[in-house]
């Protein structure tokens, strides 16, 4: 009995350690653990497979640091799959704060795969504006970005020929820890009628079922499991396959807390 | 003045933008992408707003000495390091964006790690918010706290070592009973943004000109 | 420098994550630092996206009216600014209701047509849908009733127009179960996702230490 209600007065920093070493120990370890494939990340990935080389995919960077571990490896992942598959990627993002953290992604990717800025790939930068942007870019890109991220005019590049609106872009993927992939959803795929999936935080990946299942987009890649779902499926298992041994002995602690602080809450009832 | 010209503004550039979703031929689909744009450039300036204030506040903790006012000169030496090595970065490759550019590492050296280090402490807290509060009260409280239970193991590697069928009940709490009450919150929160939408645009609701 | 920036780094996470001990000047500063820092970093940004390449070059670029209706996103731009004077906070609101007005016109039509139609369309599903085998089709058929079902009995959970009695009554529990659910699977995916952040992070120190 009295370990049990030392389990229900388990002092908060003792909580901490355990969980940062739950963590620490599986990274440590280097375990490795098997990922299953959920349909809604199959479904995302094979949106970007029956794409015909040459189409033009437009990837929106709505993240910042704060939800990097989630997301960087989605990115790395989907230009891994759109490089290799010989599609163009047009990069723009309304996060201001996050968007050299995904240039630095897009160089080392595009190195990797052999792909040349401004003949496969273009970072146009970010503009503020929100919905106004994506609404804006449905009539005329050049409207809001005339020039690239580092200045230079986007009509100097071979691979901005021909590309002024959503009629000539195949895909939108959307990479978000907040509201920006419900807007792309709301704003501009109702309105323009362009294929997208979304890349998005555990937070937001929720509230995305509805828009999945309503057939508003072709798939969720969802939390850091999306991202090893992804990573296994494009074939390069990195740092969220890694990260997966950690994440489940994380969850089995806490679940463990949460049994224990139940114990403590029902032997308290009792002996009221 | 005051209030009846951004009244009207407010109507005009609403009602513009509803008429151009239907109609979005030139000269209305012209006028609001000339609108677009000018919005976009003005949404930057909002976004300096805050600095006014945040300067004045620093500036005024360290001149009265008040609790903490050392801290004030990091938060401000923060500020210039930034301003400094950006248009440093700026006059040396043209842009501050370049990879190699002072600008770059201070954000990949500072502002990346803190930023994420600020939201990985969450980890913490939500374990201890878990044990603390996760408590089988009711029936709908137990409910919460198994439904979280299935997913959290459902969308590990592990729930599916522990029983095979973990992850296909998480699969469908998400896609069924989850989906289900996330659409009746949204429809309900949207039909709410529709209302206060009109009641901008007609004039009614003014509490963005207080 | 490289090696520098990284133990920077590395010194500035360890900073953050003592504040798990209990408040203390490495958080304090850190946490200044950080505020400091984003907030010039906004500055740049804004500079570099947002007032050189839509107002200043395109100035420079633009002739004949093009040119000098430039001057209307300028002037509103600087009008934005004068909230920082009390006295002229007034002045701010022009800008203020533009922006609110277009934002307000937007959000009108993309939330109905981007949420509210496509959603009500998804939610009307045949309640007996016909699968390949029978146990197919009773899955089927339970999972429309159930999105139906949730759908309309969360809604009747928030109608609090009228007094939650009889048929209402019964309505709104079984919306709470769908919601008690739904928050509960949030909450799950909410916890993955803060446990991912803390495995990024200490994947670095680790990997700084030479641990990884």
């Given at each position: 009995m009295r370990i049990l209600d030392r389990l229900a007065h388990i002092d908060r920093r003792l909580i901490f350690l355990t969980i940062g070493l739950a963590v620490a120990i599986p990274i440590i370890m280097k375990l490795k653990m098997p990922i299953r494939i959920s349909s809604e990340v199959r479904s995302a990935y094979e949106t970007i497979e029956d794409l015909p080389e040459g189409s033009v995919v437009l990837a929106s960077?709505?993240?910042?640091?704060?939800?990097a571990p989630e997301l960087t490896p989605m990115f790395r992942s989907f230009l891994r799959q759109c490089f290799r598959k010989k599609l163009k990627v047009v990069y723009t993002g309304h996060i201001a704060i996050g968007l050299p953290l995904a240039q630095f992604d897009l160089d080392m990717i595009a190195t990797e795969c052999g792909a040349v800025y401004g003949v496969d790939y273009i970072n146009l930068g970010y503009r503020p504006g929100y919905t106004a942007v994506m609404i804006g870019i449905g009539r005329e890109i050049r409207d809001f970005f005339?020039?690239?991220?580092?200045?230079?005019?986007?009509?100097?590049?071979?691979?901005?020929?021909?590309?002024?609106?959503?009629?000539?872009?195949a895909l939108i993927v959307d990479f978000a820890h907040g509201l920006a992939a419900e807007y792309w959803i709301q704003y501009v795929v109702s309105r323009f009628g362009v294929r997208m999936f979304a890349c998005v935080t555990g937070v937001m990946a929720p509230t995305l079922y509805p828009y999945l299942q309503a057939g508003q987009i072709t798939g969720i890649i969802g939390g850091l499991q999306g991202a090893a779902e992804y990573e296994v499926l494009v074939g390069q298992p990195e740092s969220a396959a890694f990260g997966m041994p950690a994440q489940s002995i994380a969850h089995l602690f806490i679940l463990a807390f949460i049994v224990f602080g139940n114990i403590g809450y029902f032997i308290s009832r009792r002996k009221k | 003045m005051k209030r009846e010209v951004p009244i009207i503004i407010t109507f005009l550039t609403g009602f513009l933008c509803v008429i151009a979703f239907f109609i979005p031929h030139p000269p209305l689909g012209d006028l609001q992408q000339r609108f677009l744009v000018w919005y976009a450039i003005v949404y930057g300036f909002t976004m300096v707003l805050g600095l006014d204030s945040l300067l004045k506040y620093n500036v005024k903790k360290i001149t009265q000495r008040?609790?903490?006012?050392?801290?004030s000169y990091v938060l401000l030496f923060g500020l210039a390091l930034v301003l400094v090595t950006g248009f440093q970065s700026w006059l040396k490759y043209?842009?501050?964006?370049?990879?190699?550019?002072s600008f770059m590492y201070c954000y990949i050296h500072i502002i990346v790690p803190l930023q994420a280090t600020m939201f990985a402490l969450l980890a913490f807290f939500i374990s201890s918010a878990a044990y603390r509060a996760?408590?089988?009260?009711?029936f709908e409280a137990t409910l919460l706290l198994v439904a979280a239970a299935i997913v959290m193991l459902g969308r590990v590697p592990i729930g599916k070592m522990i029983w095979s069928e973990i992850p296909v009940v998480s699969d469908w709490l998400l896609n069924i009973p989850q989906l289900a009450a996330k659409r009746g919150i949204q429809i309900g929160v949207y039909l709410g943004g529709v209302v206060m939408s009109l009641r901008i645009i007609l004039g009614i609701e003014r509490t963005y000109l207080t | 420098m490289n090696l520098l920036g990284t133990w920077i780094a590395a010194g500035l996470t360890v900073a953050i994550l003592s504040f798990l001990y209990r408040d203390n000047p490495f958080y304090k500063f850190a946490e200044h630092l950080f505020v400091g820092v984003s907030a010039g970093y906004w500055v740049i940004y804004i500079w570099a996206?947002?007032?050189?390449?839509?107002l200043i070059d395109e100035f420079l670029r633009q002739a004949g009216v093009e040119k000098w209706l430039l001057i209307i996103p300028a002037v509103f731009g600087v009008m934005m600014l004068m909230r920082w004077v009390p006295r002229t906070a007034w002045i701010s609101r022009w800008p203020i209701s533009f922006t609110v007005g277009i934002a307000a016109g937007l959000a009108l039509t993309a939330q109905v047509q981007g949420y509210i139609i496509p959603q009500i369309q998804a939610t009307l599903l045949p309640l007996v849908s016909i699968g390949k085998t029978t146990s197919e089709t009773i899955a089927r058929s339970f999972n429309n009733i159930m999105i139906f079902v949730g759908v309309v009995c969360a809604l009747l959970f928030f109608y609090?127009?009228?007094?939650?009695?009889g048929a209402l009554k019964v309505g709104s529990k079984v919306g709470i179960i769908f919601l008690m659910i739904g928050f509960g699977a949030s909450f799950g995916y909410t916890v993955m996702a803060r446990i991912s952040l803390l495995i990024g992070r200490l994947t670095f120190l680790l990997q700084v230490f030479g641990l990884r």
């Open positions: 960077i709505d993240y910042d640091a704060t939800s005339a020039v690239d991220y580092r200045g230079v005019p986007v009509d100097s590049f071979p691979m901005m020929e021909g590309i002024h609106n959503y009629g000539d872009i | 008040k609790e903490g006012w050392q801290y043209g842009t501050p964006f370049e990879l190699r550019s996760f408590r089988a009260r009711t | 996206f947002d007032v050189k390449p839509m609090f127009s009228r007094e939650h009695k």
